[in-house]
């Protein structure tokens, strides 16, 4: 089992930046992808970023040369730096823990953190 719990978000005016943090606990060795995603109020949620245990990454085009995410060497927490904040990147953001087992994958969830972009 994992856990995960994110933390950091809140209200930012536009053009300015927030960083999200996702603390892991439980089973982290076994974790092989983490990621940032996000909901807006209805709509579908959506992929922000991705992070691979080898430390590889992926964006969603909307965020990219805006956002960063990165994790420390124990891989137990992730983080997401978002710059250049756009009303548009209003949303819930949820934190994603994939295990890749031979049984099949497993994916966890955080209860997500509020990013709120207005003046």
């Known amino acids: 089992q994992v856990q995960l719990v994110e933390s950091g978000g809140g209200l930012v005016q536009p053009g300015g930046s927030l960083r999200l943090s996702c603390a892991a606990s439980?089973?982290?060795?076994?974790?092989?992808?983490m990621g940032w995603y996000r909901q807006a109020p209805g709509k579908q949620r959506d992929l922000v970023a991705t992070?691979?245990?080898?430390?590889?990454?992926n964006y969603a085009d909307s965020v990219k040369g805006r956002f960063t995410i990165s994790r420390t060497n124990s891989k137990s927490t992730v983080y997401l730096q978002m710059n250049s904040l756009k009303p548009e990147d209003t949303a819930v953001y949820y934190c994603?823990?994939?295990?890749?087992?031979?049984?099949?994958?497993?994916?966890?969830w955080g209860q997500g953190t509020q990013v709120t972009v207005s003046r």
């Open positions: 994603k823990a994939i295990r890749a087992t031979p049984w099949g994958q497993y994916d966890y």
């Open positions: 439980g089973s982290i060795f076994s974790i092989d992808v």
């Open positions: 992070i691979s245990s080898g430390g590889s990454t």
